[in-house]
Each structure stands twice: as C-alpha cells, then as structure tokens.
C-alpha cells in the first residue's frame, strides 16, 4: 500500500525533475543569447565597460526570475525589458559627461535592437571570418584595444609608443575594413 | 535585413570618433539628434555597436593567461559546447557563474563585488553544472553499419550522450533512444546535436523521430524549420526531418499530428502550420514561404528491427503495423498461418466499434522502454471478445522447418520434445481487476483447448498464469504478482519435454532484454504446452485489453528484439544495459521471486 510519505516524496521528486528541466531549458536559451544580450546593453549605453557592469546586474535578475520566464514565448523580449529597465537605472546614477544618448534615444535603439536582433546577430557571426582576414598588425593592434574595456585608445597609443593619433585612423581604417568584409560576406550568402 | 542603410558622412565620423571614445561633449548633441531623426543612422549604430561588443567580448576570451582568472572548472561533457561559444571574459563574470555554467559556455572565474545573493546563486548553477555534467539524457539504442566522424570520441551502441553533444554520423543508421521517450533513427551523413532529453537540433541529414503520447514535449529543429510543441502532446505523432546544412529544411509526417514552425536566423518562430499524416512541409534557406507537398515516407529509414521475416531465432512476429479499424483478417507480420479471424466480437453497441467489430487495430505502439515497437497495437474494446491467429505448422513451414513441430496425430503443434520456445508480448488494461482478459495459446479453438493463459479471472485465479493443461488447481495458479494499468511485457520461456513434461518459465518487465541470466522469473508452471494458435480474450466487467509487438522464436533476445550486432557482443551485458532500469527490486506478492519495474520513459 503506498503512503502518503511515498506520495509526498514522489511529487517533491516530480517537482525537482521539472525544476531542474526548467532550468536546464532556460539555460540553453540563455547561452543562445547572451551574446546579443551584451550587444544590446553596448548599444544603449555606448559604452562596453558601463555595459559589462550592467550585464553582471540583469544576468542576476534573469537568473533569479528564470522560473517567470515562459518558455514559449521570445527571450530577447523579456530580456530586453529588464536589461532596458537597469540600463536606465545605472543612467540615473552617471553624470551628463557620460551619457552621450538622450533617454528618448535609448528608448528608440532598445526597441529597434529587439526588432533588428537579425541584423546584429549575422554581423556578429560574420565579424569572426572576416577577423581571419586582417594583417597581423592590425590584429595585434585591434587586441590592444579591445581586451580591456577600461583601457581607452589613448592608453593604448602610450603604451605602444605611438601617436594617439594614428592609433584612432587606424582603428578607423581597421573597422571599415571588417564592415565592408562583413557587408561582402552577408551579401555573398544572400542574406542582405 | 542584415545590411545597415546608407547613413550621413556626417553621423559616420561622430559614430567613428565615439567608436574611439574622443567623442566631444559638444557633439553629443549633434550625435544624439542624429540618431534621434534618422533612421538609417541608428541602422548604422546597432550595426557598429553589434560589432564593437563582439570584438569585446571575443578579444577580452583570448587575453594571455595571465589575464585569465585562475579558477577554472569546466565539466567534460561540456568542452564541445565551451569549444562552440568562447564567451568567457571578465564582464562575462555573472552570466558564466550564475548562468552559461549550466549549460552553455562559461568558464568559471573569479568574483568581484557579489553580492550574497549572488553567491547563493553561483553555488546553485555550480551544483547543477556538476549534475548535468555526468546525466545522460539519451542513449544510442541501436546502430547499423555506422561510422562516426571521430571515432576517437567513443560514440557506438549503447553509448550514453550528454546534454550539448554533438553527433556526426558519417554513414549507416543509427538508433537514439531520449529519455523523455522519443525515439531518433538518424541517418549518415547528418550532424545532430543533442541539447537535452526533449529537445535536438538537426544541423545536416535526416532523421526519422517516433514521439509516443507519454513523452510530454518533444522538439527538433532542422534548419529554419522547427517541429514539436513545448507543451504535453495530445497524441503521438511520428515524422521525418531534413536538413540542408544551408538553412533548409523538410518535414514528412507519417502519424499524428505535427506542428512545424518556420523559424528566423536566430532561432524564432515566424510562424507554424499544421501537419496532417502523409503532409510534409518544406523551406528553402532564403525564403520565408512554408510549402506543403505529399509526405514521401520511402525516404526514411523509420525503423531498425527487422521484421522482413525469420532471422536470428524469430519465427514469428506481428507488430500490428495495419490501419485503425478492425483486426479481423488482417494478415500482416511472419510466421502465420493466415489472417486474424474472430472468434467473438461484442455484441453490444460500443462506442468505440468501427464497422461492427470491437476487436480493433488502434493507433501508436505500446511503448516499453528501449524495446523496439513499430506499427500500431491491438485493442478489445468491449467485453465479449476473443480473436485468434494460427501459426505456421505446417509441413515446410518455418516452424517445421527448424524442428519445432511435433505431429500428434495429424494436429501439428509447437512443442517438439528438448526444444525450447520463447513467446512475448506487451500487455495493458486499463481498469484493474475487473474479471476477465488474457493473452492465450491455444491448441485449437474453445477454452477447453487453452494451453496458457496471462492475465486475470481465468478459473478465478487472479491476475496470473493458468493452463488446462496441466496437473494443478485453480487456487495453485501462479500469480504475476501485483496487477497494474502499466505496459507490461511478458516472456514466456516454454522447455518442451519427453512425455508432455513440460516447463513454463514466465519473466515480466524483466531486468534485462539481453541476458537472460540477469533475469528474475516471476511465475513457473508445469504441464504440457504444445500449442498451434494464439487468442487474446476479453470478458466481462468494462476495461479495455490491449495487446502489442508478439514475437515467438527460439532464445531470449530474439523476443526481446535485441538481438545485437556481432561487434558489440565484446562488450558487456551489464555496461548494455545498466541505466536503463532501476535497480531496486520491488517484491512481488505471492511469489518468492523478484522483478524490476521499468523507470518511466
């Protein structure tokens, strides 16, 4: 005969299986996006260094409230809605000299990021082949200046010996490069 | 569109300059504005920033080591996904310990500024990485002719695949078994990754996919098309997926019903259509149309048991692989005689009685664990019902053939003196001791002639085994132990010997479906067994019996359905086989003997 014990730790069993199930779920679809998570906070803040201290914040949220997430429904959305909430939050808290986005136009970039996760998605994809394709230097010089986020460019120049100068034409020189690569590339797959 | 348009030189230097972080205070305004009225200069900044945070992220992931946190704990089973995904930098920091470390792509850094509420977090997606870093969610079930694209990775029969793994079949067939129930025939060459036990993504090839109505939700996506629903399914369905590798995709319903969703690059869903049996849907890599055509079941390979005709010790087989409707002389399977003819058919007005009959064929297989099922399964609706079947005993038959056959007079039976046979089934009612059902073996027509009998009420024994042929009472029957609505399979090992001394050895929802050794019986009789036909029959009371996959051959694995390639007969039973089945014997009333209850699948 079965007891109501037996019963008991059969539904906390049930529960935990479909728990962990949850999670396991809501993980898959946060790999999945936490790249364009990040993209999006860069996006509304401008900044990737204000953006890595926000991401930390909404990936605590997001975690949290995994189990209010329905997994039917677009990820990015919900995301985007507590991501959009906390960037104007950490707004709040920065001074004029580091908001060079009006709140309206943080409003505009959070919808159209969300409409346009297509667009940002496939240029990210495409960025890593066309990086295979520039010169040596340029990629050395493109590590020094994106493997910290709290180094500006003119840190970088000084620490490379250079003129601050030639280091932001060539950054410039360097990104059209990679954009008109990834614009080749996506054309080519008929995706444009 | 994946092409920013065309903005202003104008906006194009501010946005370079705010790229380089030299932005003037005094051109925020202008900037701001910019972006603010013109459509194609935010067009340009999400493209721009889209790649700004990728170079971020992806340059900060190959800092030199010392750079690197120390603390790394990657789990194994998770190295293919880490491969994949080399998000992992110090802004990364939160959603590789609270999030990606359970699934995904972190790897595990060291902390700054947590609060403790973070902690608690970490230190719950550490344990449940560490979890799911050893728990199977499939296995590989069965395998023809297959050669693996990394032989070195160890992927064979009865290998036991991980969440994110990713198999690459570069030919043959092979068989994964999910533990949600589904069940994949994946066909070489095809890549599939395995992302959990309800879901996969088909990255090139095909597949065929069987998902019985007890599985909940099953998902595969192929491509830009999408099929399964993440809610608990109505009905079983069964279908096949293609993949173009390029985005494309098919998909080919076979049974049930199936929704497909045509999916956008990033995985969601634009819309979904609704597929018939014989519907298929396809997508090509750049359009977003969904067009529907005939499904074309031939370009599957749907099933690996093999049931063209006796092999291996299988004389006889009947998968109940007929159209829903009656199962009167229907007449497919092998080792028969003839049709199925019935011998009582309810002669109540059933609600469920399609042409007059109530012994019916009905849709989907009774699903038992890793045993192989194909077709669809038998079903006595209402209460006065019997239907039989005679097997192949005839002269050059395949029973006389391999000397199984004895003449008794003219009546030409199984059961030749020193040979043993194998019989079983699966079983399941639903409403409990509720008079009388049973799967029986007879020796011609009528319940005199009722050699064995499964099931319950016969005699008034109880759900257990009684025969008229043998020296007991109906109170020394033995019992098959508890009943329940489950799906049962029984096996019946029958050793014919001299003088009508027979033995009947009676194994249910055994251990094993390979070694018979590893197998506790639950009931043993003694009597004389020989018999030509089986019947199953169905008597009083207001349950259904349902009856599916009988098989009658020589040794136990032809009757289990596992007979198993010669290459891995090296391995052991035990590595085959454990994971599958609980452990823990459950003791069974009224007998001294043990079974183990199939976990749920």
């Excluded at chain 2, 998902?219 to 369905?237: D, L, N």
């Excluded at chain 2, 829903?324 to 009685?353: K, V």
């Amino acid at each position: 005969m079965a007891r109501a014990g037996d019963d008991f730790s059969r539904a906390t069993e049930a529960d935990d299986v479909g728990d962990r199930d949850l999670r396991a779920q809501f993980a898959r679809v946060f790999a999945q996006n936490d790249r364009w998570l990040f993209a999006y906070l860069v996006t509304l803040l401008g900044s990737p260094a204000d953006a890595e201290e926000v991401f930390q914040e909404v990936c605590v949220i997001l975690w949290r409230d995994y189990d209010k997430f329905d997994p039917t429904t677009n990820f990015m959305k919900w995301a985007s809605v507590i991501a959009h909430h906390q960037v104007h939050r950490f707004r709040r808290t920065q001074t004029r000299r580091a908001k060079p986005l009006s709140d309206a136009v943080v409003d505009l970039l959070a919808d159209e990021a969300v409409a346009k996760a297509d667009l940002m998605d496939s240029r990210r994809l495409a960025l890593h082949d066309c990086l295979k394709k520039l010169p040596a230097s340029d990629l050395e010089l493109e590590r020094h200046c994106y493997s910290d986020s709290r180094r500006s460019m003119k840190a970088v120049a000084e620490l490379l010996g250079r003129p601050a100068n030639t280091v932001y034409k060539a950054m410039n020189r360097i990104r059209q490069s990679l954009h008109g690569c990834i614009d080749r590339k996506l054309a080519s797959e008929g995706t444009v | 569109m994946t092409r920013p348009t065309k903005a202003t030189s104008e906006f194009r230097r501010l946005l370079a300059d705010h790229c380089n972080g030299t932005l003037e205070e005094s051109q925020f305004e202008r900037f701001d504005a910019l972006l603010h009225k013109d459509e194609a200069a935010r067009e340009t900044y999400l493209a721009c920033m889209a790649v700004e945070a990728e170079l971020h992220a992806c340059h900060a992931s190959s800092a030199s080591p010392a750079e690197q946190p120390a603390a790394s704990a990657q789990p194994r089973s998770l190295e293919p996904a880490i491969n994949r995904s080399r998000w992992a930098s110090r802004f990364a920091i939160a959603a590789a310990l609270i999030g990606v470390a359970v699934l995904s792509s972190g790897l595990t850094l060291t902390v700054e500024k947590l609060s403790d509420r973070n902690a608690d977090a970490v230190a719950t997606a550490n344990a449940e990485a560490s979890q799911l870093a050893v728990t199977p969610v499939a296995r590989i079930s069965a395998t023809r002719n297959c050669r693996w694209k990394k032989p070195e990775g160890q992927v064979g029969f009865g290998a036991e695949l991980m969440p994110q793994q990713r198999l690459e079949l570069a030919a043959g067939v092979a068989e994964i078994a999910f533990d949600s129930g589904a069940t994949v025939i994946l066909e070489g060459p095809a890549t599939l990754d395995i992302n959990d036990g309800k879901d996969a993504l088909l990255l090139s090839g095909r597949l065929a996919a069987r998902v019985p109505s007890a599985t909940g939700w099953f998902t595969v996506r192929a491509g830009r098309i999408g099929v399964g629903e993440e809610q608990p399914r109505a009905s079983h369905a069964e279908f096949g997926l293609l993949a173009d590798g390029r985005g494309g995709g098919e998909v080919h319903v076979f049974g049930g019903s199936v929704r497909a969703h045509l999916l956008d690059n990033a995985g969601d869903q634009i819309r979904s259509v609704q597929l018939l049996p014989s519907e298929a849907a396809r997508v090509r890599p750049a359009s977003t149309t969904v067009s529907r055509f005939r499904a074309d079941g031939d370009r599957f390979v749907r099933s690996l048991f093999s049931s063209g005709g006796p092999h291996g010790g299988l004389y006889a087989y009947e998968g109940f692989d007929y159209p829903s409707g009656p199962l009167a002389w229907q007449n497919g399977g092998f080792g028969w005689a003839g049709p199925w003819a019935d011998i009582e058919a309810g002669d109540d007005l059933d609600p469920n009685s399609m042409g007059g009959s109530t012994n019916l064929v009905t849709e989907e297989s009774l699903a038992y664990g890793p045993m192989a099922a194909t077709g669809n399964r038998a079903i006595q609706t209402s209460q006065r019902n019997r239907i039989r079947r005679a097997l192949s005993t005839s002269v050059g038959g395949v029973f006389d053939a391999a000397g199984l056959v004895e003449n008794r007079d003219g009546h030409r039976m199984l059961g030749s003196d020193g040979k043993t046979i194998y019989v079983s089934f699966l079983q399941r009612i639903d409403k409990l001791d509720d008079v009388f059902y049973g799967f029986e073996m007879h020796r011609g027509d009528g319940n005199g002639n009722r050699v064995l009998c499964f099931g319950n009420g016969a005699d008034g024994a109880g759900y257990g085994v009684t025969s008229n042929y043998n020296a007991y009472g109906a109170r020394n029957f033995p019992s098959l132990g508890e009943e329940n609505a489950d799906v049962n399979l029984i096996i019946a090992k029958i050793e014919y010997g001299t003088g009508d001394r027979d033995v009947v050895t009676v194994y249910r929802n055994p251990a094993s479906l390979l070694d018979e050794s590893r197998c506790e019986p639950i009931a043993k009789l003694r009597g004389n067994f020989a018999f030509d036909r089986i019947s199953f029959g169905n008597f009083d009371g207001s349950k259904q019996h349902e009856v599916d996959e009988v098989r009658i051959g020589t040794n136990f694995r032809a009757v289990t359905g596992k007979r198993d390639p010669a290459g891995n007969l090296e391995r052991s039973v035990a590595e085959l086989q454990d994971g599958w089945f609980a452990t823990k014997p459950v003791g069974v009333a009224g007998s001294s003997g043990t079974y183990l209850r199939p976990l749920s699948f």
